[in-house]
């Protein structure tokens, strides 16, 4: 997938004229790029105040400590590749430190807030898949099958892993045992240490993930979180005075971030820029306006994960060493 959306940038880079664009960015209102900037800074705040929701039956973080160590794993997130997890840990690492709690108990309830967060994350790229398939003109016999396949695809899925969540009940330790990789042997420490270890986790993640007032408010405020990031990229749009259907940049804006998960490249660089623009070409916004929405909008990410993140993280070590 990284080499055709590589391929296509290459493609699309031959056709800009950097005059036009250069004109473009000449009219930009700076009212907007401003609100652009502010939605997305409240989408982070939002996504703290949910994640102090979902933990607060381990630890009662401060919102302040809670924020930083956020912004923490968002520069953590966005300097490495994959599906932007690895600043779960270093978050669970620093509150757990802080507020004296068993890390990977901690580490349980982040995830499990993670996850509920990727719930809602899926319904967008679900939701943006079936515009796609429905928007690009092929037959109407092909947009029912794509679209009857896509449906039962992920109906399949769901139903899996619900039967695996109640066979189960996340039951890590026992199925660890049940396969042989984890064997209680008396007197051996380490296992008794990793047991211990898997059943924080495990707690902490039931306990959270299961908790039908968790996962309410986690849902209700990842919709809010993702509807700011949209309007962030909204602003923009209206800073350059580009028309274009709030819908159509919630399309956009949902596969470009499942390509960033999907990316090998850190925070998704070059490959989630290059696939926005040929979305917003393809969805008829003019070639120098897609070129300067899709870089602002990351531009305004880098920020906030790469400065603001950086500076979090040097705050996290300086106050706990």
Known sequence: MGVIIFIALIYIIGKINFSEV????QNTKPKFFALAFVAYALGIVVFSLRGMISV????????WFFLNTTLAGSFVNIITPGA???????RAYY???????????VFGAVLADRIIHGMVSLFFVIASLLFILTYIPVSREMKIIFQTILF??????VLIFLLNLKRTKFNIIGFLKKIGIVKKINGNSKIGSVEKHLGNFTTSFKKTFFNKKTLFFGILFS?????????SAYFLFLSLEVKISFFLVIVVMSLGSLIGDLSPTPGGAGLVEGFMIFLYSLVGISLPAAIIISILSRLIVYFHSLVLGGFSLLYLEKTLG
């Open 84 to 90: 932007q997890v690895g600043g779960e840990p270093v």
């Open 152 to 157: 039962f695809l992920l109906a399949f899925l």
């Open 95 to 105: 509150l757990g430190k802080k507020y004296n709690k068993p890390k990977t108990k």
């Open 22 to 25: 250069y004109q473009v960015l």
């Open 56 to 63: 607060r039956k381990i630890i009662e973080p401060d919102f």
């Open 223 to 231: 919709f809010a979180v993702w509807i700011l990031d949209y309007l």
